[in-house]
């Protein structure tokens, strides 16, 4: 009789078709506070470092395929699209509610510097007191003409379908 070994329980638990570890790793990924696929892959599949605190090769390998799992990688893809959501809406949030609380202070505020500082972040947000740099060379009008001689027979040089055009339309 032969032993049978006990092997751990792989079975899918959600409609996404991902086992448990399957899932941990694309949470792992997600969270991205690890900050590689293979420290994600070594923490939730439990391998350890080599002697001299490498990496396993067959680490990279297993990474490598369970990241080109289609089911894996749609699930990450998804997990990373409404991180970024999340993320998104939370500044939208944040912004609102501190536009809002400006507000206020701008009309409730006890003291003239209160309301004045208030307002001023306001003009801020809404980019009100943006300094605009215009840079103005001016030319005189001599230099222009040589600029856009030098332009005109640079265009003639480059395209000679155009001389060919003046030259036709100058014998007629």
């Excluded at 939208?92 to 701008?106: A, C, G, H, P």
Aim: glycine share 4%; with cysteine; aromatic share 2%.
């Amino acid at each position: 009789m032969s032993k049978k070994t006990a092997k751990p329980d792989l079975k899918v638990i959600d409609k996404d078709g991902l086992t448990l570890k399957q899932r941990q790793f694309v949470r792992e990924i997600v969270k991205g506070k690890l900050g590689s696929q293979i420290d994600c892959y070594m923490k939730v599949y439990n391998v350890k470092r080599t002697a001299n605190n490498g990496i396993p090769s067959h680490a990279h390998v297993d990474c490598s395929k369970l990241m080109s799992h289609p089911k894996v990688s749609l699930s990450i893809s998804k997990g990373l699209k409404a991180k970024e959501a999340s993320t998104v809406a939370t500044a939208s949030r944040m912004k609102e509610y501190i536009i809002k609380r400006l507000v206020e202070e701008s009309e409730n505020a006890e003291s003239d510097n209160a309301r004045i500082s208030a307002l001023s972040l306001l003009g801020k947000s809404i980019a009100l007191f943006t300094d605009v740099s215009i840079n103005e060379e001016r030319k005189e009008s001599n230099q222009i003409m040589e600029d856009i001689e030098s332009q005109l027979d640079e265009l003639l040089k480059n395209n000679p379908e155009i001389q060919t055009k003046l030259n036709q339309i100058s014998e007629k």
